[in-house]
């Protein structure tokens, strides 16, 4: 099966999540091939799960800074992307992974492979990551990837942060977190000095060639998409949308606990 890739590039808060909402519709329609896509966060930025409560922001240095700020159309917890931090996005339909098409359920076996994707990436520049869970990266005891589904029954989107620097000073500012907890944080760059083209590089081969993906083009999105992300990163992904849920469940952090663990 034809696979697009669409190559990194820098987008804002608001845009990066409209892209990734335009993508997923595209391809559930069938539109659109399954579809890879690496971004950056332009500015920076802090993302919260789709359900939760925004009081985790430290809205004052947020804007201050001119740290974007959105909610992301899956669910999960807050994170801050560091400009060098690395997030992709899969977009495809279910079957690809798994026979299973139940609407509301997340695609566990897309979960698990496309880690491994992450894990493979990581071992080419020399560095050691293992499975927590079904969706969580670990390397040394601490969390390096947090990934995070929506899925329809036909098809999903799955994307995924990859900490490259950790700058866990500025997970500090943008939200309101215990100190130990950023301490279950870590990036490629605590194990490995190597620049960010340099593991793009790993993430692009392992993402681009193994047992799921045989091959995969690269692309840009179409028209409609393009047209279609716009509409939504003024509309649904908007600033003014970022407190737009009553929900009680402050949540955490993307990290793991390993304090109670």
Same mark, same amino acid.
């Given at each position: 099966?034809?696979?697009?890739?669409?190559?990194?590039? +820098?987008?804002?808060?608001?845009?990066?999540?409209? $892209?990734?909402? =335009? @993508?997923?519709?595209?391809?559930? #329609? %069938? &539109?659109?091939?399954?579809?890879?896509?690496?971004?950056?966060?332009?500015?920076?930025?802090?993302?919260?799960?789709?359900?939760?409560?925004?009081?985790?922001?430290?809205?004052?240095?947020?804007?201050?800074?001119?740290?974007?700020?959105?909610?992301?159309?899956?669910?999960?917890?807050?994170?801050?992307?560091?400009?060098?931090?690395?997030?992709?996005?899969?977009?495809?339909?279910?079957?690809?992974?798994?026979?299973?098409?139940?609407?509301?359920?997340?695609?566990? +076996?897309?979960?698990?492979?496309?880690?491994?994707? $992450?894990?493979? =990436? @990581?071992?080419?520049?020399?560095? #050691? %990551? &293992?499975?927590?869970?079904?969706?969580?990266?670990?390397?040394?005891?601490?969390?390096?990837?947090g990934n995070a589904q929506l899925n329809i029954g036909k098809a999903f989107l799955q994307h995924g942060s990859l900490f490259f620097s950790a700058k866990t000073e500025l997970w500090g500012k943008y939200l309101h977190v215990p100190g130990e907890k950023l301490e279950c944080i870590t990036g490629v760059q605590k194990f490995e000095r190597i620049s960010p083209s340099f593991f793009y590089k790993a993430l692009l081969e392992s993402f681009s060639s193994n047992r799921i993906v045989r091959e995969a083009k690269p692309g840009t999105l179409s028209p409609q998409e393009a047209e279609s992300a716009k509409m939504l990163a003024s509309t649904v992904y908007s600033r003014d949308n970022f407190f737009g849920t009553t929900s009680k469940r402050k949540g955490d952090i993307c990290a793991i606990d390993t304090f109670n663990t």
């Open positions: 099966m034809h696979w697009r890739l669409i190559p990194l590039k +820098s987008y804002d808060a608001s845009l990066n999540m409209a $892209i990734d909402h =335009a @993508l997923f519709e595209s391809v559930a #329609k %069938g &539109i659109s091939p399954p579809t890879i896509r690496f971004y950056w966060w332009k500015g920076g930025g802090v993302s919260i799960g789709k359900g939760q409560n925004a009081e985790i922001i430290n809205l004052k240095n947020c804007l201050a800074d001119g740290v974007g700020l959105v909610r992301r159309p899956t669910g999960g917890n807050a994170l801050f992307h560091n400009q060098e931090d690395f997030t992709y996005s899969v977009c495809a339909p279910n079957y690809i992974f798994s026979r299973s098409e139940q609407k509301g359920r997340v695609n566990l +076996s897309a979960y698990k492979e496309i880690c491994r994707w $992450i894990i493979r =990436a @990581l071992g080419n520049v020399g560095i #050691k %990551g &293992i499975l927590h869970g079904s969706n969580n990266v670990m390397v040394d005891g601490k969390k390096i990837s």
